[in-house]
């Protein structure tokens, strides 16, 4: 009985925050519903401000109940009556103010791949788009790719084979995730249909593609064993079956590196191209802006990964010892040491 007593005088309020950002995608909310669910002895909350219903849908399907606001006012008076161990917030990029208007409510504030003046301000930032330059950031910025949670999904896969055996013709998957602004999508698979090979090529829309698929529809018309997949798992599903996968530098590569695939990656914006995790020490062709981009380097990386077995081996096997399976126990394990006051930053 006396267990049980000191048992629930431990338990700790741990407050997860979203934002919702159309430049970050959904991820964020696939986040949440990933760390959220790991914390069995714990009270854990969600609150969520978001004009889409998607991102609800994905923290539903997990069986969790998030709570809607509107303005930081609002959510003050929330925490303020909680008085949580931990808040740990995730999606757009914070202001310092909302970081100050939940300090005297909270001893421990998390941020997560936070690059506005809020980072600044909270007691840790937690970056899984972490920089190749980092001498700017304060001390309390802590880059690396364990700061990715692997959705349920990406650790699930049944028995990923050691060797792909390449599809006839050799498939290559075009998935640009988080809004495509300049629709790298269309300007990757014109590159691709001037290549004079056969190939299979399956171009994958998301829910938050900006632009008409007319175009997309009348391009892949023209050239045989191509065609489109609109499905909220698309690249879940194509994983398996994809020779070489093209994708944005967000956190679509980090998916990919969940299962092993050859990736090309092109960065949607400026702030994508800063992004370190998607290189070459990391099983990646990075070829930098993709509205930059030349016919000729995204035909280059493509054959040099199809004419090249071993090169294509050693993406794999790159992407493979990252173990980014583990990266939800070591994420688990640090937010708890935060709520517990196990750790050893000094308040900012």
């Known amino acids: 009985m006396q267990n049980e007593t000191q048992a629930t005088e431990l338990k700790k309020t741990i407050v997860f925050i979203i934002e ?33 219903n998607d991102g609800i849908q994905i923290l539903m399907h997990e069986t969790l109940s998030p709570m809607l606001f509107d303005h930081f006012d ?14 740990v917030r995730d999606g757009r990029n914070s202001e310092s103010w909302q970081v100050e208007n939940l300090r005297p ?43 990715y949670a692997v959705p349920e999904a990406y650790q699930n896969f049944n028995d990923i084979p050691e060797s792909k055996t390449p599809e006839n013709p050799p498939h290559i998957v075009v998935a640009f995730e988080d809004g495509d602004e300049h629709n790298l999508t269309y300007r990757t698979l014109r590159h691709l249909t001037q290549l004079q090979i056969p190939l299979q090529i399956t171009v994958m829309i998301d829910d938050s593609y900006r632009h008409a698929i007319e175009d997309l529809q009348m391009m892949v018309l023209s050239r045989r064993n191509t065609a489109i997949l609109r499905d909220k798992n698309a690249l879940l599903k194509l994983l398996p079956k994809a020779d070489v996968i093209i994708c944005n530098a967000n956190y679509t590569p980090y998916k990919i590196a969940s299962y092993g695939v ?24 990075h070829l930098g802006l993709g509205r930059k981009m030349k016919q000729s380097q995204i035909q280059n990386a493509v ?5 090249h077995e071993a090169r294509s081996e050693r993406a794999v096997k790159k992407q493979r010892q990252l173990n980014l399976v583990s990266n939800n126990e070591t994420l688990h394990s640090m937010l708890l040491d935060f709520a517990y006051d196990r750790h050893n930053i000094a308040s900012t």
């Open 20 to 52: 919702s950002c159309i430049d970050k995608g959904l991820y964020p909310f696939e986040r949440v519903a990933t760390l959220a669910k790991l914390f069995t002895n714990e009270k854990v909350l969600i609150f969520v401000k978001t004009p889409s």
């Open 74 to 87: 609002e959510l003050s008076k929330q925490i303020k009556e909680l008085q949580p161990d931990l808040i």
């Open 105 to 147: 409510y909270c001893k421990t504030i998390i941020h997560l791949d936070d690059f506005g003046d809020g980072g600044q301000a909270c007691d840790c930032v937690l970056l899984a788009l972490y920089q190749e330059v980092r001498d700017y950031l304060p001390s309390h910025y802590i880059g690396g790719s364990f700061v």
């Open 262 to 285: 050859p990736c090309i990656t092109l960065a949607q914006t400026e702030a994508e191209l800063l992004h370190a995790f998607p290189r070459e020490q990391n099983g990646f062709i």
């Open 303 to 307: 054959m040099e990964f199809l004419l």
